[in-house]
């Protein structure tokens, strides 16, 4: 009955579990959920006023396909002003969260057969949305000796006549990996002279704690022409719910065909969650935004400190984003079957490594209060001087 494209599809892990500890908690039991990839801020109130101020002014009809003037505007200017990258707004779409923006760009990339890069551990996603349009996850394993980043000489042997598309994650989901300038520019020279485009997702662009994030758009000209800039507010900008996502690149032919495959499915994005994106975008709320990342850094090092005083557990201390991807393996390798005993035996939520292509290994969000976040540390020391 289902068509073969959908059952070519595996839910998301992440999902499943955070919506299980949501359910559970619901349910009167003593869940810390340390799971979800959400913020726990309130969206800024700047955000919100305009929104609002939106709703008053009737602001509530349809938008043309890529965002309202002013939203495109004030993301190019973003873009300009954060990331020295200079885009038009006709090379500008806003989309349904990054998510969104990811699925049409590899749906209007890739056919059947063609090779999309995805370094390992990733965001779960990648690898699904490939086969969802009949192309092929070709994943690239690395480990903490090389900070969880791929090299020049890994990405070279990589590439076939089918290589089409590369996906970088900087700040990544789910290891915090940063990939600097120079990392950028050594993976930069092993593209010169192919056809294969980057999708750079950089949805975390601003929890960063390491001051090293370079858009990968902006290292040379060659990598701005192959580079498909993706970003959005639902991390940095405490907006997940609201799904403000955008996508940039300097490619006509995949914009226009981006807009047409937006066309035929989700049209615009909300009206009023575009309003309300636009003083983020402008830097109103560039302090509450600092203000978040110093709350991140301290559970971060607490965190860090904590879990590699636990015998068999260690961890990179990472330099983004809102997780630490926890080698186990001394302890489990089936990471799916740890994270379930953890569930169920102490009542704390995390996210199994298989879920991002690495086993042995397990993510936990920091994305929430410290003193939940302490609780559950104690919870875990126990947990694994009983398993």
């Known amino acids: 009955m289902l068509s073969k494209r959908v059952q070519t599809l595996s839910e998301s ?29 309130d969206t800024p109130k700047a955000i919100k006023d305009a929104a609002i101020e939106a709703m008053r002014k009737g602001c509530g009809k349809y938008t043309p396909i890529p965002g309202t003037n002013e939203v495109l505007k004030a993301i190019a200017i973003k873009l300009k002003r954060d990331n020295n990258l200079e885009y038009k707004p006709s090379q500008i779409i806003t989309n349904v969260g990054a998510k969104h923006s990811l699925f049409n760009i590899i749906q209007c990339l890739i056919d059947e057969g063609d090779e999309v890069l995805i370094p390992a551990p990733y965001w779960v996603s990648y690898p699904e949305m490939t086969k969802y349009a009949s192309g092929i996850p070709v994943i690239l394993n690395t480990d903490e000796s090389n900070g969880f980043k791929i090299t020049a000489k890994q990405l070279k042997k990589a590439i076939t006549t089918k290589t089409k598309l590369l996906m970088l994650n900087s700040p990544s989901n789910p290891c915090g990996t940063v990939y600097t300038k120079e990392d950028l520019l050594e993976l930069a020279e092993v ?91 402008l830097g109103e709320v560039d302090d509450e935004i600092e203000n978040m990342l110093k709350s991140y850094r301290e559970r971060r090092d607490y965190l860090f400190k904590e879990l590699n005083n636990i015998k068999g557990l260690k961890t990179l201390n990472p330099d983004g984003a809102f997780y630490l991807f926890i080698n186990c393996k001394e302890i489990e390798e089936d990471s799916m079957k740890f994270c379930k005993r953890m569930l169920e035996e102490i009542k704390v939520a995390t996210v199994p490594g298989v879920a991002f292509g690495l086993e042995g290994y397990f993510r936990v969000s920091f994305a929430t209060d410290l003193e939940s976040i302490k609780i559950a540390t104690q919870r875990l020391q126990k947990f694994i001087n009983n398993y």
């Open 191 to 281: 593209l010169k002279g192919t056809n294969i485009f980057i999708a750079s997702d950089e949805i975390y662009e601003k929890v960063n704690y390491s001051g090293n994030f370079c858009a990968t758009a902006s290292v040379s000209k060659d990598m701005f022409k192959r580079t498909i800039t993706i970003n959005g507010l639902s991390k940095c900008g405490a907006m997940p719910g609201w799904r403000f996502g955008y996508m940039a690149s300097a490619n006509d032919e995949l914009n226009k065909a981006v807009r047409k495959l937006q066309s035929q499915s989700t049209s615009n994005i909300s009206s009023i969650t575009q309003a309300g994106a636009i003083p983020a975008l």
């Open 13 to 41: 892990i992440t999902i499943a579990i955070s919506s299980l500890a949501k359910e559970m908690k619901a349910n009167g039991e003593d869940v810390i959920s340390l799971s979800a990839g959400e913020p726990d801020f």
